[in-house]
């Protein structure tokens, strides 16, 4: 057992039985953790936090790429969509991945019975995000919008990504 685990208590083994023995606390420790730490995971997914956590970047970029992510799926045409089985074979997928990160993260980084889940980042969720996402495209169906907004809001995602790599480059490079 490392340092770090017998500093704070962190044992896998115990962790485990204290989740097979007591579900419904567990899973109030999942809903405790994504109200305490929903809105970092979310900035961490979308690249707020960079570096060793060290460089934080503009929210409202944050914000505009969350926007944009969500609305693409329901902006372009489309002659095929998912079937509502698939659908829920997405969200299904995504979910079980998801309480798979938590229940890993909570099994090696916390201690045993906390209440709150150490040490997941946003960036955990990239790779599973575009479940949900892909199940919002509909066949033949699409919001109806100005190609000029739409075309606003990428150069202002675009113009505050500048600015935030500007940021990052100048705190490595200053003397």
Known sequence: MGAYAKEHYVNSTEQIKNIITNPIRYIGTIFTTLAEFGEYYFYGFAGKYLGWINILVNSVPIIIYGFLLLITPM??????????????????????????????????????ESNIIEGVQGRYFIPIILLPLITFIMKNKYMNYSERNVLILYILFIFFIDGSALNAMCKFFTV
């Open 75 to 112: 902006i372009e045409k489309n002659n095929k969509a998912l079937k509502r089985k698939d659908k829920i074979i997405c969200n299904v997928v995504f979910l079980v991945v998801f309480i798979l990160v938590l229940t890993g993260m909570y099994l090696i980084n916390s201690e045993v």
